[in-house]
């Protein structure tokens, strides 16, 4: 894509946001039939399994979504991206083939494991992981060419895909965890397919012959520690339900805390997934052909927008949260309540400081990440022996928060510091105080004492619209000329 014809940061937010809004609607369809169809047993095994699987995917990948994403050659020619196609995507997508295939007869060859993963639902989980790790491939090369519109595209369509096929096959065959891995699977191939299919359209070169194994290592020393640092991650956010059934003995208690994870997930991707991919892919083009100085002026004037987004996303956990996951789960899933509440304030907080901290990734400090991550995860265990036996699940839901705040502070210490940065000191203000106002309100009135749980959210957003959006917009001159101008310009490109 030309440079001249490059959206901004701007554009992709909002195709992200789009994405994301679409991605929720498909959980928002399918998190209430789901919760009613499966009991917490299930849901339990569902998170067992999910966990195990990202792990295994993650040391599968050898972190090659990540250096397809860094080392796209902005300023090669073809045979720069004759050498980017071999080393860089084919060599590490054959180790991927390699090493699932060596699962694979593991699996066979080990009854244990078999029983243990309730032999079919192993075998139908491993399988889909090669599609799974092929499509992730794809889509990292769809935002190292910065093409948002097919990237959310593709994650609108595996999510309802995944939707559809999950809930048919759980309503109608079995409501069980290896009838959601089944639907997954069909997904999965599906998706992989049509992905193959637009990358070979690209014209990207995969010959074995341009191999250069110096230009592989490269990309292995930059991406193995972050594939370290993803199984880090994902113990850090996955290691709770892990535990929870060893200490509890309960596989029930697992599922109380899946449910009110999986929401919460859900909940911060509208904030954190949009931004961070639109923010991560533009600022690598940006480092790489403008500069630190770019990257810094680009995150500043994010955050002066972002700081009222995320004040208003916690006001509405604060004051509506338990309203809104019971309106979705249902009364028999009230266990998982406070699950959700706390952990999707936590993934709100990680989101926004994640933008301010962020800067190790441009400057390829794949090893500074992962020990970072590695350090939380570790804590997140500590914590875990000590919290859970004490508090059952919410000791895991302290825990998880605990680590994050530790992982955070770790980022700030880290972050190169010329890539610092925090929301100017006026809008946090103000955002802080209209977002006080609000909780206060909600709270002393009790949302004036509307009773069922869908009119409380429509009366929280009834008083958010009144005290805090409009008057920050009053309040703040700079951010209604912002998205004045952000207005304009979206009339323009689509006028």
């Not at 639109?278 to 500069?291: A, D, L, M």
């Amino acid at each position: 894509m030309a440079e001249a014809t490059r959206p901004g940061i701007a554009t992709h937010f909002i195709r992200y946001s789009l994405g994301s809004v679409l991605v929720m609607l498909a959980g928002f369809v399918s998190f209430p039939v789901m919760a009613r169809l499966l009991n917490y047993t299930q849901y339990g095994l569902i998170g067992i399994f999910d966990s195990a699987l990202l792990i295994m995917a993650a040391v599968f990948k050898f972190g090659g979504q990540h250096t397809v994403l860094r080392f796209y050659p902005h300023r090669g020619g073809h045979g720069a991206m004759a050498d980017y196609g071999t080393n860089q995507i084919l060599i590490p997508f054959l180790a991927s083939c390699v090493l699932w295939i060596a699962a694979m007869v593991v699996f066979g060859l080990t009854p244990h494991l078999r029983s243990y993963a309730h032999d079919l639902t192993g075998w139908v989980a491993l399988a889909s992981l090669l599609p799974t790790i092929w499509a992730s491939m794809v889509i990292a090369l769809m935002m190292a060419q910065e093409r948002s519109e097919l990237n959310v595209l593709a994650n609108v369509a595996t999510r309802w895909l995944n939707a559809v096929a999950v809930l048919g096959i759980v309503y109608f065959v079995s409501r069980t965890a290896l009838g959601v891995y089944i639907a997954r699977l069909i997904v999965a191939m599906v998706m992989a397919l049509a992905l193959t299919v637009w990358f070979m359209r690209r014209g990207i070169p995969l010959r074995w012959r341009d191999r250069n194994w110096r230009q592989v290592f490269a990309g292995m020393r930059y991406g193995v520690p972050l594939m370290a640092n993803e199984i880090a991650a994902i113990l850090l956010v996955s290691v709770d339900r892990l535990m929870l059934e060893g200490l509890t003995g309960s596989t029930a208690s697992v599922g109380v805390y899946t449910v009110g994870a999986s929401l919460a997930m859900q909940i911060s991707t509208m904030l954190n997934a949009a931004l961070n991919l639109s923010y991560t892919q533009v600022s690598i083009r940006q480092f790489e052909t403008e500069g630190e100085a770019a990257v810094l002026r680009t995150k500043r004037r994010i955050l002066h927008m972002l700081v009222y987004a995320m004040v208003a996303m916690l006001v509405g956990l604060i004051a509506a949260g338990r309203d809104a996951f019971l309106w979705l789960s249902g009364p028999s899933k009230t266990a998982s309540t406070s699950v959700f509440v706390i952990l999707a304030v936590n993934f709100v907080l990680v989101g926004f400081f994640y933008l301010c901290t962020s800067g190790l990734q441009l400057y390829k400090r794949s090893m500074t990440i992962f020990m970072l991550t590695l350090m939380s995860a570790i804590v997140n265990i500590i914590l875990n022996f000590i919290l859970v036996p004490r508090y059952g699940v919410m000791g895991a839901v302290y825990a998880t928060f605990g680590s994050y705040i530790l992982l955070g502070i770790g980022n700030t210490i880290a972050c190169p510091r010329g890539l610092f940065a925090l929301p100017a000191w006026r809008p946090a203000v103000t955002a802080v105080g209209l977002g006080a106002l609000c909780v206060a309100v909600a709270r002393g009135t009790d949302l004036f004492g509307v009773g069922p749980h869908f009119a409380r959210l429509v009366v929280m957003a009834a008083l958010m619209l009144a005290l805090y959006v409009l008057p920050a917009l009053l309040l703040d001159r700079s951010l209604r000329d912002a998205l004045m101008q952000q207005f304009q310009r979206q009339r323009a490109r689509f006028g």
